[in-house]
């Protein structure tokens, strides 16, 4: 297998191979990819290189890596909804949308544009879902003019995204209910390798953010099931605006929602998107049904 990397072509000076691959390829070190350029397995123009080699604007760079083990992955998603310029897919929990790190294949863009039968090899996906959040994801079918149209429409705020959060506890707040906190990286959270946490606070520090609770049902066993609408699209924003209130989400582990063992992730489903198509002017709703193990959280089974 051999990945390429275009660089774009207002890139500025050109820098070594090792720094270029280092600081757009960061699962590696600089001193591992200088060891894999030492063995042959990196090329610039299809070109093997050196440790002196130069990679700038316009440039190509490939390299074929070590025999590895990706992470395991969830690749059971299903295409709910598509037309001749879009599809939409359910994301199961434990699927990035995008390569990273060492899920070249195991990705729900790779699967869609290589694996899956027919292949869509043009696909583009308009958002994303974290790695363990499931439910709807947009797919352009073109990567270029369909993908822009379908992406001004998350730009311009024009889509409706409604999420299923399931919490511990039983959550009284009279509905709809506004949580308005700014959301901003948490400068506290331990360094390292440890996950990227964003806090939710009223000091106005951060970038504005705006979630709407519509709706809540109670169950027996102690959890509540929430109907979340953010109206803003900021990283980690349902997790960290539902801790701040006291309601992490349910197997939540960055944000306080582990203080039980029902379910392997956090249990928040993407549940629809509601636009209006831009090419045929009609309302459009799609809904991805609440997966089993967020039904098993409710349900105490």
């Not at 959890?223 to 006291?246: E, M």
């Not at 392997?264 to 636009?275: G, T, V």
Request: net charge negative.
């Amino acid at each position: 297998m051999i990945f390429t990397s275009k660089i774009p072509d207002n890139a500025g000076t050109p820098v070594a191979a090792a720094d270029y691959l280092s600081g757009r390829f960061t699962y590696h070190s600089k001193e591992e990819w200088k060891e894999l350029i030492r063995e042959g397995r990196v090329f610039v123009n299809n070109v093997r290189c050196d440790e002196e080699s130069l990679a700038g604007a316009g440039d190509t760079v490939a390299y074929e890596p070590r025999d590895f083990e990706e992470p395991a992955a969830n690749l059971s998603y299903s295409i709910i909804y598509e037309d001749e310029w879009m599809l939409c897919v359910n994301k199961p929990g434990n699927l990035l949308v995008h390569r990273a790190g060492k899920s070249f294949r195991n990705n729900l863009v790779y699967q869609l544009r290589h694996i899956h039968a027919p292949p869509y090899p043009n696909c583009h996906p308009i958002h994303r879902l974290d790695r363990d959040t499931s439910g709807t994801v947009l797919f352009a079918k073109n990567a270029g003019y369909g993908a822009a149209v379908l992406g001004n429409l998350f730009r311009d705020n024009l889509v409706i995204k409604r999420y299923a959060a399931a919490v511990r506890g039983c959550f009284d707040i009279e509905t709809p209910f506004c949580i308005d906190k700014p959301i901003a990286p948490d400068s506290s959270a331990a360094a390292g390798n440890a996950p990227c946490r964003f806090m939710a606070d009223e000091s106005g520090n951060g970038k504005p953010a705006c979630t709407v609770i519509e709706g809540t049902r109670r169950f027996n066993n102690g959890y509540s099931l929430l109907t979340v609408r953010p109206l803003t699209g900021r990283t980690h924003q349902i997790r960290a605006h539902l801790a701040s209130i006291g309601f992490p989400v349910a197997g939540d582990s960055v944000y306080g929602g582990d203080s039980d063992n029902n379910i392997r992730r956090q249990a928040l489903h993407c549940e629809s998107l509601s636009f209006i198509h831009p090419y045929t002017n009609i309302e459009c709703t799609i809904t991805a049904p609440l997966p089993d193990d967020i039904i098993t959280v409710i349900d105490g089974v």
